[in-house]
């Protein structure tokens, strides 16, 4: 059985910017609604344009910049909590110290 190909779908993958042979492949895949669950290949094509297309919107929103700082301010909180568990392990060398 040959798989034909939905022609709005294409038209419409076509018109958003998709190459021919992936709006070719994922119209075939999709357009005959015969099946309950697209293919393994439509599934992974769709896979890829969502992560690129998570990746254009974190771009979009200056997300590196916003991971750049959160990263430095956990960096900064880790160094801070270290520092005060450090005092505190001098501290209570400290008063081991004095009471033996």
């Known amino acids: ?49 969502r992560s690129l297309l998570d990746e254009l919107e974190d771009r979009a929103t200056g997300g590196p910049g916003k991971r750049s700082a959160a990263a430095k301010k956990a960096a900064t909180t880790r160094k801070r909590q270290a520092a005060s568990r450090s005092a505190a392990a001098k501290k209570g060398a400290r008063t081991r110290a004095r009471a033996s």
């Open 1 to 49: 059985m040959a798989k034909t190909t939905d022609n709005q779908l294409f038209d419409q993958l076509r018109a958003s910017g998709l190459r021919k042979r992936v709006a070719r492949d994922l119209s075939s895949a999709l357009g005959s609604a015969k099946s309950s669950r697209p293919s393994k290949a439509a599934q992974s094509t769709i896979g890829e344009l």
